[in-house]
Nanobody, 127 residues
């Protein structure tokens, strides 16, 4: 079955950078969109970014110009490069796959639209 595993998290100071990876096994990324979500303690899960099968990207307003999502289908891996990190970026980050159609540059898909989820990885940004 499909498995998604996040890696690359950790603790950084404000203004620093991290690159998260989402690696898949059991199914390739080539025919699915991949999204990143995050959840801070006591807050709802928030859609951060999504990349379609064609490589089109979408971002939450809060991370535009700071985060970059990309995919390497040959490696079955999607990346989230996070620059200029802020304390409010702190949370558990999840990746998920979506087999349905995603409109490029449209609204970020809702959490319930995704089919399979990783276990999440902690990102902490200190001030």
């Amino acid at each position: 079955q499909v498995q998604l595993v996040e890696s690359g998290g950790g603790t950084v100071q404000a203004g620093g950078s991290l690159r998260l990876s989402c690696a898949a096994s059991g199914r390739t990324f080539s025919n699915v969109a991949i999204g990143w979500f995050r959840q801070a303690p006591g807050k709802e899960r928030e859609a951060v970014s999504c990349i379609t099968t064609d490589g089109d990207t979408m971002y939450a307003d809060s991370v535009k110009a700071r985060f970059t999502i990309s995919r390497d289908d040959a490696k079955n891996t999607v990346y989230l490069q996070m620059n200029s990190l802020k304390p409010e970026d702190t949370g558990i980050y999840y990746c998920a796959d979506l087999r349905g159609e995603v409109v490029p540059h449209g609204p970020l898909p809702y959490s319930y639209e995704y089919d399979n989820w990783g276990q999440g990885i902690q990102v902490t940004v200190s001030s």
